[in-house]
Antibody, heavy 121, light 109 residues
Framework: EVQLVESGGGLVRPGGSLTLSCAVS????????MNWVRQAPGKGLEWVSS????????YYGDSVKGRFTISRDNAKNSLYLQMNSLRVEDTAVYYC??????????????WGQGTLVTVSS | SYVVTQPPSVSVAPGQTARITCGGN??????VHWYQQKPGQAPVLVIL???DRPSGIPERFSGSNSGNTATLTISRVEAGDEADYHC????????????FGGGTKLTVL
């Protein structure tokens, strides 16, 4: 059974940092690209970032570029999102999701349950 | 940046056909993916690459994409189809960008 479990969310002050993790199981992690998608309270989905299998190709949404860093550890079956210079508008549930192919930029066929990040003073 | 537009809401009676649109400039030249999201749950992929259904998704779900509009069609709507539906496209400018529409709330009357 494919499972993705996010962790690391919580309350952080504006300007602060947070690192999200996503532990996966039930599939060969190193064979699939991965995505982070977020959803602000009561709002739609927003694509955050994508990473290819070997980390050679990494893409970011305009709203997080330069502040967030996606990475993966294929040996640990884990995906990460380092978030710096956090803003109130970054408040959202952050989902880890599997891409359908090795290349980044594919739809997400399996999703975690999400972790809530709240940026507030 | 590329903008994708969805109607905020669509209502349909049980047994009827629901059509949810996703508009964008020349969206017919891009691949469109659709997700279903029920309250408090993670999204579920229901259509990929315009009209492919993942394993386990009923044949009642189908998609089309042409010109400036992509459409998710749900035939013989059931109460359990009530959910938010989100379309996504990958727009490539200097780098691929995954763009979501604002989402459509499907209400089954």
């Amino acid at each position: 059974e494919v499972q993705l479990v996010e962790s690391g969310g919580g309350l952080v002050r504006p300007g602060g940092s947070l690192t999200l993790s996503c532990a996966v199981s039930g599939f060969t992690f190193s064979s699939y690209s991965m995505n982070w998608v977020r959803q602000a309270p009561g709002k739609g989905l927003e694509w955050v970032s994508s990473i290819s299998t070997s980390s050679s190709y990494i893409y970011y949404g305009d709203s997080v570029k330069g502040r967030f860093t996606i990475s993966r550890d294929n040996a640990k079956n884990s995906l990460y999102l380092q978030m710096n210079s956090l803003r109130v508008e970054d408040t959202a549930v952050y989902y880890c999701a599997r891409g359908t192919a090795a290349v980044a930029g594919t739809p997400s066929d399996y999703w975690g349950q999400g972790t809530l990040v709240t940026v507030s003073s | 940046s590329y903008v994708v537009t969805q109607p905020p809401s669509v209502s349909v009676a049980p047994g009827q056909t629901a059509r949810i649109t996703c508009g964008g400039n020349y969206i017919g030249s891009k691949s469109v993916h659709w997700y279903q999201q029920k309250p408090g749950q993670a999204p579920v992929l229901v259509i990929l690459y315009d009209n492919d259904r993942p394993s386990g998704i009923p044949e009642r779900f189908s998609g089309s994409n042409s010109g400036n509009t992509a459409t998710l069609t749900i035939s013989r709507v059931e109460a359990g189809d009530e959910a938010d539906y989100h379309c996504q496209v990958w727009h490539t400018s200097s780098a691929p960008l995954g763009v979501f529409g604002g989402g459509t709330k499907l209400t089954v009357l």
